[in-house]
């Protein structure tokens, strides 16, 4: 399909920059692309069939046609739908019940689950689910509303179903095929719109080429959206489905994710904390131009072993986070809150071109868990952090990191940092963990705290080190350092064959620390306020990544200016033009 041909491409030119890692990327190779679970695909010469369904109507008629539509989802549900075939609920009417999908279609005739009419319909769901996909493929679900039963601000809900279920028990088979999920606004469940299979009890039967496109999830207990399941899971404490794969070459792209309470119900057997974008056990799965606000009010400890955040890569592969603006996430833990993280398991996974600010924790982070896959080769590059980590600053940085990481590349990021809540200084950069090579970035502190504070057993070259009120200050490996050359002298960093890098100067931002929310993150090019001025030091000033890291440079800088061919880029996210 050429949609599908395009999203590769797109994927694939993700990774073409990475050379650590483009031996190992074969996204056309992950899963068979076709077919369905119970064998060949076969062609009928039947008519499909649309189906209408209207409250002025009746279950008794054929409903083949909007004069005599049927009246009730129940009667949806007992429809022996085939490939081809349309379901259309009337257009700014509102239907009760809970719209259960167990056909499917095939690659050249989709069933189609949509309104008709005026507007979109509207499904009441109550305390269940609102649509179930049940062990299905080529489905396409557009223009409807899906509103549960509600969450109060404390984060209790009678509600424990997703809005859109995305479900497969099957225990054999190929993975299922080309769910298309577009315009789709979610309300008031457990989880917005839930892509998952059985966790550690079975073989799992996964997902490939899901796209979830132009939706819209607010006031949901757990997951905006979420896509989990696996057959191992990772252990004590944490119990995630381990390893990648189960769902592959999947899309999410111009999306909301606002007021995700954050919270959990009894009995609930999700692992960790809450995410409004959780993003479990995948490989090439693309996340781009998606807003995420104000979320986690609710969540408590409550025994958990993890907290909120915005936007979580777990146990993945070859996945990539882009042009995403994620703010306003709270945490109720002495953890966590952050906006963007690659976190346990994860390998070759990206986070480029986001703009992250004023969220209780980091920025962006990575880390890795008790039990879980290795964390490595990952990168966080081309990113703008701006008054992050307002809240635990012993454990949230603008970027920080955690755990053993092999060859994760941390560069040509903007980090601005002011002080957090009831006066806290929280660090540009945090790094209790090691492995990582941190470079051409910028990093900037509006309070008299330190600049960076790292644990040991990572490599800083040519950075930017600025502190607004007062001198240099970095503390590495418990000593605290007053000036870049002392720090340089006393432990090898900031140096390059024999020679002195990075720079402890303004970086002259035309405006830093007044971005602000955009709230639409098709828009991130308009953030002008971390440009730099003309006469800026860090001007052409990057190291060179082929030469130095033997990595490939990013095509372009965060606002998508390419970056030049002939000379050397300058330090942090935004090219000067």
Request: proline share 5%.
């Amino acid at each position: 399909m050429n949609a599908k041909n395009s999203f590769v491409r797109l994927l694939q030119q993700s990774f073409a920059n990475v050379n650590m890692c483009a031996s190992a990327v074969a996204l056309t190779g992950a899963t068979c692309l076709c077919g369905s679970i119970q064998g060949a695909e076969t062609e009928t010469s039947r008519v499909p069939q649309t189906y209408f369904v209207a409250p002025a109507g009746s279950d008794d008629n054929a409903g083949t046609t909007q004069a005599k539509p049927w009246q009730t989802i129940s009667k949806v549900n007992k429809a022996a739908l085939q490939p081809g075939d349309s379901v259309l609920l009337e257009g700014g009417k509102s239907f009760a019940g809970n719209l259960l999908i167990t056909a499917s279609g095939n690659k050249n005739a989709f069933i189609t689950i949509s309104s008709y009419g005026t507007g979109p319909a509207t499904i009441q769901a109550g305390d269940s689910f609102g649509i179930r996909l049940l062990n299905c493929q080529y489905i396409k679900v557009h223009d409807l509303i899906l509103e549960g039963s509600g969450v109060k601000p404390d984060g209790t809900s009678t509600n424990k179903e997703p809005g859109l279920d995305i479900f497969s028990n099957a225990k054999e088979g190929r993975p299922w095929q080309s769910i298309y999920v577009e315009k789709i606004a979610v309300s008031g469940f457990h989880d917005g719109i839930f892509l998952h299979t059985p966790i550690g009890t079975q073989d799992v039967v996964g997902y490939d080429d899901v796209r979830i496109i132009n939706c819209s999830v607010k006031e949901c207990l757990f997951w905006g959206f979420g896509c989990y399941g696996s057959k191992r899971t990772t252990g004590k404490p944490f119990n995630c489905a381990a390893g990648a794969g189960v769902f592959t070459n999947c899309y999410l792209g111009d999306c909301t994710f606002h007021d995700i309470i954050g919270t959990m119900i009894t009995g609930d057997k999700y692992c960790g904390g809450a995410s409004p974008v959780g993003i479990s056990n995948a490989t090439s799965f693309l996340m781009e131009r998606c807003t995420i606000s104000n979320c986690g009010q609710a969540l408590q400890s409550k025994g958990l072993p993890g907290g909120i955040g915005g936007m979580v890569f777990l146990e993945c592969e070859k996945c990539v986070a882009q042009f995403n603006e994620c703010y306003g996430i709270e945490t109720k833990m002495p953890k966590d809150g952050c906006a963007f993280d690659i976190d346990g398991g994860c390998s070759n996974c990206i986070l480029q071109y986001n703009y992250s600010h004023d969220n209780e924790g980091s920025g962006f982070q990575t880390g890795c868990m008790p039990g879980g896959g290795p964390v490595r080769d990952n990168i966080i590059r081309y990113n703008i952090s701006q008054n992050d980590a307002k809240k635990n600053p012993d454990k949230s940085g603008g970027i920080s990191t955690w755990g053993t990481h092999g060859s994760t590349y941390v560069y040509n990021n903007t980090v601005f940092i002011s002080a957090g809540i009831d006066g806290k200084k929280p660090a540009a950069f945090l790094a209790t963990g090691e492995g990582l090579t941190v470079f051409n970035n910028i990093f900037v502190v509006a309070h008299d705290g330190d600049i960076v504070c790292s644990k040991g057993g990572n490599i800083f070259r040519n950075n930017c080190y600025y502190r607004v009120k007062g001198d240099f200050s970095i503390k590495d490996v418990g000593k605290s350092y007053t000036t870049l050359a002392a720090w340089q002298d006393a432990t090898g960093q900031e140096q390059l064959d024999g020679a002195a890098v990075g720079v402890s100067v303004d970086p002259q931002l035309k405006a830093p620390g007044s971005g602000g929310a955009i709230g639409d993150a098709s828009k991130l090019a308009s953030l002008k306020a971390y440009d730099l001025l003309p006469g800026s030091p860090l001007i052409g000033k990057a190291l060179d990544l082929n030469a130095q890291f033997h990595l490939a440079p990013s095509p372009h800088d965060f606002r998508g200016t390419p970056l030049p061919a002939d000379a050397m880029p300058d330090l942090g996210a935004i090219q000067h033009q």
